[in-house]
């Protein structure tokens, strides 16, 4: 079964970092890549990053470009979220999620096929 588990999350300082995790389990990361989203309250859940599996490239939405970095551990089958410099604007919900076997399509909603429960982060003084 697969199965996608996020840990890491929690309350932080503005400034302040945060590692979130992503565990596989029932399927083998180096087939698939993963893809975290994160849902703020009563906002749409939108993509974060994104790494592939087929080349080892990864996507960054703007808002986190130069601040998010994504990383996978295959032989861990677990992907990272290192978050620096946090706002109060990253403050959400945060998902990892993995499309079909062998698509790059990480960092697109409609084409993922499992998602973990979420790990919530809030950014505040």
């Known amino acids: 079964q697969v199965q996608l588990v996020e840990s890491g999350g929690g309350l932080v300082q503005p400034g302040g970092s945060l590692r979130l995790s992503c565990a596989a389990s029932g399927f083998s990361l180096d087939y698939y890549s993963i893809g975290w989203f994160r849902q703020a309250p009563g906002k749409e859940r939108e993509g974060v990053s994104c790494a592939r599996s087929r080349d080892g490239s990864t996507y960054y939405a703007e808002p986190v470009k130069g601040r998010f970095t994504i990383s996978r551990d295959n032989a861990k089958n677990t992907v990272y979220l290192q978050m620096n410099s946090l706002r109060p604007e990253d403050t959400a919900v945060y998902y990892c999620?993995?499309?079909?076997?062998?698509?790059?399509?990480?960092?697109?909603?409609?084409?993922?096929?499992?998602w973990g429960k979420g790990t919530p982060v809030t950014v505040s003084s």
């Open positions: 999620a993995a499309p079909r076997r062998g698509s790059d399509y990480c960092n697109h909603l409609e084409a993922i096929d499992y």
